[in-house]
């Protein structure tokens, strides 16, 4: 399960408002800025639909390793731009591209 730094850190990388996130996810935004600032819980089925949604934007979450939970992008802008690329010529478009 992510954190409420991590989905508010994820959010800023792949840029998407909170709005937005509630939309896709179908987690109010009441929830998700209590859950970002950790001023109330949320169900774990609440938590999973933001982490799926977020992932599917192309945010990876790093797990407690010993050095910390952290988050980054699947793709630089590069990466990213390259697929865009691919994509509109005209093969499989994948469901992993960065907004």
């Not at 992510?2 to 709005?19: D, H, K, N």
């Not at 949320?42 to 910390?68: C, H, M, W, Y």
């Amino acid at each position: 399960m992510i954190t409420g730094s991590q989905c508010r850190a994820a959010r800023a990388l792949v840029e998407i408002s909170r709005p937005m996130l509630a939309r896709r996810s179908e987690v109010s935004v009441d929830a998700i800025e209590r859950f970002e600032n950790v001023s109330g819980p949320l169900k774990r089925t609440e938590i999973r639909a933001i982490q799926d949604t977020l992932e599917k934007l192309g945010a990876v979450f790093i797990p407690e390793n010993g050095s910390g939970y952290g988050v980054r992008l699947k793709f630089n802008n590069l990466e990213a731009a390259e697929i865009a690329r691919f994509e509109c010529e005209g093969g499989l478009v994948a469901d992993d591209r960065v907004p």
